[in-house]
């Protein structure tokens, strides 16, 4: 029924709006100079394959910057990001995102409630 994918549709998206990567904060924190050696030993474990020399990524033996490998392994980086950062572990949807989404929750499903009455009351009627 068509009602009932828009429906899955459109409440999928408005459940995905929370979840996200790294907020900035997180992502000026993970890249700070201070904490760069730390990012390369954190991106290592999950990705031991990755080499580094000196404090700096090896990626096919040239040196390449975090900026650089975030932007091609963006999931592996922000798990690492989320290991070496204890907040982001803790971090969540804000309030205002939460209050959002569970709005948009219940106006979508008082929609499908009209749309599938409507629909019904449009089959009984002779």
Same mark, same amino acid.
């Given at each position: +029924? ?7 549709? #459109? ?15 997180? +992502? ?10 730390? +990012? !390369?030993?954190? !991106? ?11 404090? !700096? #990524? ?39 995102? +939460? ?10 499903? #008082?929609?499908?409630?009209? #749309? ?11």
């Amino acid at each position: +029924m068509v009602v009932t994918r828009w429906v899955v549709t #459109l409440s999928t998206l408005v459940a995905l709006t929370g979840c996200s990567g790294p907020s900035e904060a997180d +992502m000026v924190y993970c890249f700070a100079r201070p904490r760069q050696a730390e +990012m !390369i030993s954190a !991106i290592r474990v999950f990705e031991p394959p990755v080499s580094s020399a000196q404090g !700096i #990524l090896l990626e096919g033996g040239a040196p390449v910057s975090l900026q650089t490998w975030r932007a091609k392994h963006p999931a592996t980086f922000d798990r690492a990001c989320a290991a070496l950062n204890t907040n982001v572990a803790r971090s969540g949807p804000s309030l205002p995102a +939460m209050a959002l989404s569970g709005l948009a929750g219940a106006a979508i499903a #008082l929609l499908a409630s009209w #749309l599938w009455r409507r629909q019904s009351f449009d089959r009984e009627r002779p």
